[in-house]
């Protein structure tokens, strides 16, 4: 049985969020202290170089050697920005942290500060989260009050400063180009990269751009070392990893296992399995811009290279669970329309590529997809991936293409049968009225648009093309005479 | 205000070591967005004042947390005595009263309310 395991989350639900003694009791701040007292800037950067830490936001880019190449960079001012705009659909592991943990993201914050030479730092947070910004402004205010941050922190020449910037809500800012742009007031809209903006990024000023649960590892890293962070987790993918489990799962929730748990173990062994004595289908990792993974590979352990191989990927670490009642294609229809919601709109690829290959899920969903379909939706595919600007558009194929994958033979249902054995894609199935009907009316008397015709007690029918399928009658039905069935078609 | 390194680390001491004066029970309740949405600060209100009405609110400290991660059994509490501590939830409104008496009035270590102890972390 595996049993969770919390460095990210070491202080959410023990500490009182509102209470510095309550951080400092959990040995808080003394990670920043000993960096301060002990070690020199390239120490820093070597600890965590040497820790493995990688970017828990989704990339999985070497934290480390991010840090190192800001440290390199000449100049006068530098900036220390924490990625707070968690967007994908299901994740919440960076609100948890800020709200119940704020004190662990100013200290890291800080001590990236010292690692890489930046005396200001800001906090990304969107501004749907009013309890996070809340708690974190009360735990900077605090933190100033004692020398924990401001001016010759605990009694060094290193000063350091935190504001927080509101993201409105834009999940392209989450992308750390377009984060920039909106911090400095422009639009949040990305731009190519290089130069990377640990080289040129905040004000054209070398800057690093970190995602919470990222910086939440730092202090214990710090007090406990690199060869201790390095014991947890696999070679490749060293320490622990936050996830959202949501979807078709009894324990919904957040969880800290670390790096090779299974997928099995997540969410049989922790998540308590899936409700209704339903079986497992998939799970959809890494949000828009990750995959479906079959049950067929929840043996594997998983980590950011794991999760790539199996064409999905790390993401902020939402696992939504999808059980044999979920229908894959409109699985990635709905991701790839909250990528068409999102989109910015400022390279063509990803505004209108994305727009047609909604388009092309939707033929397929409806109906009205032919033998080519399929090819355009390959190509589409492809063209998107490799000519968006920036990761956004880049990765949003990728729901569509890992189902196509995986479950060729759902399409190929939908396309060639006009089947959804799921029964969701609702112009692919309809309701009718069996034999076994007693004509006792109630059904025609709940349907919201009077479309079931009968006598009394004799057998009714359902009108199909004023059918809505909002499923009334079937659920109202106490002789089992209404039946869901493939077909309906012909009311397209 | 902390000047160095040491005094910080004095002052963590101190209050890790900090005894209390009597065998004080604290209830961490579970008030991030998502046990507030399940009414964790209703729930706060009702345990705040039962304790004072059984005149036990010297001896039991209700204080906030965050999400301790179990959505699903919110709202979440934790009762710590000393060393000691249980995991409770759904607890609601309704079940204020019988939380104080079973867990806080007496010390059962099981009810319909554990759902088990805290969590393994770095800093144990």
Not at chain 1, 106 to 118: D, K, L, N, R
Not at chain 2, 57 to 79: H, L, R
Request: charged share 25%; with cysteine; aromatic share 8%.
């Amino acid at each position: 049985m595996i049993e969770q395991y919390r460095i990210v989350l070491r202080n959410c639900g023990v500490i009182d969020p509102d209470s510095l003694d309550d951080y400092i009791k959990q040995y808080g701040y003394q990670a920043l202290g000993k960096t301060l007292a002990e070690m020199t800037p390239a120490d820093v950067v070597a600890e965590i170089e040497g820790a493995g830490l990688r970017g828990r936001g989704g990339g999985g880019f070497p934290t480390g050697f991010k840090w190192k190449i800001a440290a390199q960079q000449k100049s006068d001012t530098k900036f220390v920005v924490c990625n707070a705009d968690e967007g994908d659909p299901g994740a919440f592991m960076d609100r948890s942290v800020i709200e119940g943990d704020p004190h662990s993201i100013i200290e890291a914050m800080a001590i990236a500060g010292y690692a890489i030479g930046a005396s200001m730092g800001y906090v990304y947070v969107r501004a749907e989260y009013p309890l996070a910004i809340e708690r974190l402004n009360r735990a900077i205010d605090k933190a100033k009050e004692k020398g924990l941050l401001g001016d010759n922190i605990l009694g060094s020449d290193f000063s350091f400063d935190l504001e927080i910037k509101f993201g409105a809500g834009a999940f392209v800012c989450g992308e750390e180009t377009s984060l920039i742009h909106s911090i400095e007031g422009y639009r949040g809209e990305p731009t190519t990269k290089p130069p990377f903006p640990a080289v040129e990024g905040l004000f054209g000023k070398p800057t690093i751009v970190n995602n919470v649960e990222t910086f939440a590892n730092v202090p214990a890293i710090i007090l406990k070392g690199k060869d201790w962070f390095r014991s947890i987790g696999t070679e490749s993918s060293p320490g622990t990893k936050v996830f959202a489990l949501a979807g078709k799962i009894n324990n919904t929730g957040l969880i800290e296992v670390p790096m090779g748990t299974t997928i099995n173990q997540i969410i049989f062994e922790i998540g308590g399995g899936i409700p209704n004595g339903k079986k497992a289908k998939a799970i959809q990792t890494g949000g828009p811009s990750g995959g479906c993974i079959p049950v067929k590979y929840f043996d594997t352990a998983i980590d950011y290279e794991s999760l790539k191989a199996l064409e999905s990927m790390m993401g902020s670490g939402g696992m939504i669970v999808l059980d044999e009642d979920t229908c894959i294609v409109d699985t990635a229809k709905f991701y790839l329309d909250f990528t068409v919601d999102e989109s910015c709109g400022k390279c063509t690829p990803c505004r209108i590529g994305n727009k047609r290959l909604l388009e092309l899920l939707e033929k397929v969903t409806n109906g009205t997809a032919d033998e080519n379909t399929l090819n355009d939706i390959q190509s589409l595919s492809q063209v998107i991936k490799d000519t968006s600007l920036c990761g956004l558009g880049q990765t949003s194929p990728n729901p569509v293409l890992s189902t196509l994958k995986f479950f060729p033979e759902e399409y190929k249902e939908h396309i060639v049968d006009k089947k959804c054995s799921a029964f969701v894609c609702k112009e692919l199935y309809q309701y009718v009225i069996n034999d076994s009907c007693v004509g006792c009316t109630l059904c025609s008397k709940k349907c919201p648009v009077s479309c079931i015709e009968g006598e009394v007690k004799g057998v009714h029918i359902i009108v199909q093309d004023d059918c809505i399928k909002c499923g009334k009658c079937y659920e109202v039905c106490k002789f089992n005479s209404v039946d869901l069935v493939p077909g309906g078609l012909s009311n397209v | 205000m902390f000047n160095n390194l040491d005094e910080l680390k004095t002052y963590s001491d101190e209050l890790r070591n900090k005894k209390e004066s009597c065998d004080c029970v604290e209830v961490l309740v579970g008030m991030s967005s998502c046990g507030i949405a399940a009414g964790a600060k209703e729930v706060m209100k009702a345990l705040q004042e039962i304790i004072e009405q059984r005149g036990i609110s010297g001896c039991v400290k209700v204080k906030q947390t965050g999400c301790v991660g179990m959505c699903y059994n919110e709202p979440t509490m934790e009762i710590k005595r000393g060393d000691e501590s249980i995991l409770l939830g759904p607890v609601n409104v309704e079940d204020a009263e019988n939380v104080v008496d079973m867990h806080i009035g007496n010390e059962l270590k099981i009810s319909k309310y554990v759902i088990g102890n805290k969590f393994k972390t770095c800093l144990d």
